[in-house]
T-cell receptor, first 115, second 114 residues
Framework: GAGVSQSPSNKVTEKGKDVELRCDPI?????LYWYRQSLGQGLEFLIYFQGNSAPDKSGLPSDRFSAERTGGSVSTLTIQRTQQEDSAVYLC?????????????FGNGTRLTVT | GQSLEQPSEVTAVEGAIVQINCTYQ??????LSWYQQHDGGAPTFLSYNALDGLEETGRFSSFLSRSDSYGYLLLQELQMKDSASYFC???????????????FGKGTHLIIQP
């Protein structure tokens, strides 16, 4: 596709429910990142996928969070037993190459509201 | 870990010049990036500095001093559309053999007044 696509754009869920957030990166991009952005805050790193290598999960805040990337393309971020503090915008980004000056291309994010 | 400091808000006048500073503390530093984010939008890449000095791209310039762990973004001939949040981000060596990471600051909200 032309850009990074994320769905849904908005998600309202009740506390305790599970949610799945989807990211479709730019075609051919081998690296994929998930970040979380709370209101007025910076981007908090969650998880990183690079090709077929094991993902870097060092940013996941708890074991309620998990992510997978199937076929080296689409990624799903799953949050189990959601809590109100999980409310944030979840941003996905991809990059074409692993070089250190490779810019990240972000999607528009999924705004998650836990009531 | 890494930490970045940038002002939370800066106000400037249309047509003027504004500088947004960023200081960082990190290990395994590779370079400093800048991203722009309009309200409700996705962050977009502006620049990357790996070496000391000034990089210019149109109205935007970015500067890095590795010895001072400091950089800035300079915006000239400000336009109303430049009203946005600007994030600095450091690229650092991955730990434990992992991939390089990109850590973002909390962002600077730039307000342009007519």
């Amino acid at each position: 596709g032309a850009g990074v696509s994320q769905s849904p754009s908005n998600k309202v869920t009740e506390k305790g429910k599970d949610v799945e957030l989807r990211c479709d990166p730019i075609s051919g991009h081998t690296a994929l990142y998930w970040y979380r952005q709370s209101l007025g805050q910076g981007l908090e790193f969650l998880i990183y996928f690079q090709g077929n290598s094991a993902p870097d999960k060092s940013g996941l805040p708890s074991d309620r969070f998990s992510a997978e990337r199937t076929g080296g393309s689409v990624s799903t971020l799953t949050i189990q037993r959601t809590q109100q503090e999980d409310s944030a915008v979840y941003l996905c980004a991809s990059t074409a190459r692993q070089g250190r000056n490779s810019p990240l291309h972000f999607g528009n994010g999924t705004r998650l509201t836990v009531t | 870990g890494q930490s970045l400091e940038q002002p939370s808000e800066v106000t400037a006048v249309e047509g003027a010049i504004v500088q947004i500073n960023c200081t960082y503390q990190t290990s395994g530093f590779y370079g400093l990036s800048w991203y722009q984010q309009h309200d409700g939008g996705a962050p977009t890449f502006l620049s990357y500095n790996a070496l000391d000095g000034l990089e210019e791209t149109g109205r935007f310039s970015s500067f890095l001093s590795r010895s001072d762990s400091y950089g800035y973004l300079l915006l000239q001939e400000l336009q109303m559309k430049d009203s946005a949040s600007y994030f600095c981000a450091v690229r650092v060596r991955g730990s434990g053999g992992g991939a390089d990471g990109l850590t973002f600051g909390k962002g600077t909200h730039l307000i342009i007044q007519p």
